[in-house]
């Protein structure tokens, strides 16, 4: 199993960014297994952002609603995250992980078929 991201970079406040998150043997593409994108910024806890599956299911924390999309090319095995209005707090390393699990207030990666790729850095530089 093998997610990488790409896409990461530096950009002003308002800027843009997509980044994509490529799979190979992993579950995404079967029924509506989620699928996320985390973040980290220094000294904070990682937190999940948004989730998709690949029939257009989708999850948002509330601080990126109205502001990052995700999306999927199925064919690919890829799945997307637009980012718009990005603002310094944005600023973190972004990471792809699934399958994702719902306990019924809070999704996290399935502890023994779970993998993360190795991340991409963000900057929103004001």
């Known amino acids: 199993v093998q997610l990488v991201e790409s896409g990461g970079g530096s950009v002003q406040a308002g800027g843009s960014l997509r980044l994509s998150c490529t799979t190979s043997g992993s579950f995404f593409g079967i029924g509506d297994i989620m699928y996320g994108w985390y973040r980290q910024a220094p000294g904070k806890e990682r937190e999940l952002v948004a989730a998709?599956?690949?029939?257009?299911?989708?999850f948002y924390a509330d601080s990126v609603k109205g502001r990052f999309t995700s999306s999927t090319d199925n064919a690919k095995n890829t799945f997307y995250l637009q980012m718009n209005s990005l603002t310094p707090e944005d600023t973190a390393m972004y990471f792809c992980a699934g399958p994702l699990r719902y306990c019924g207030s809070y999704y996290y990666v399935d502890w023994v078929l779970g993998s993360w790729g190795p991340g991409t850095q963000v900057t929103g530089s004001s």
């Open positions: 998709i599956n690949s029939g257009g299911g989708t």
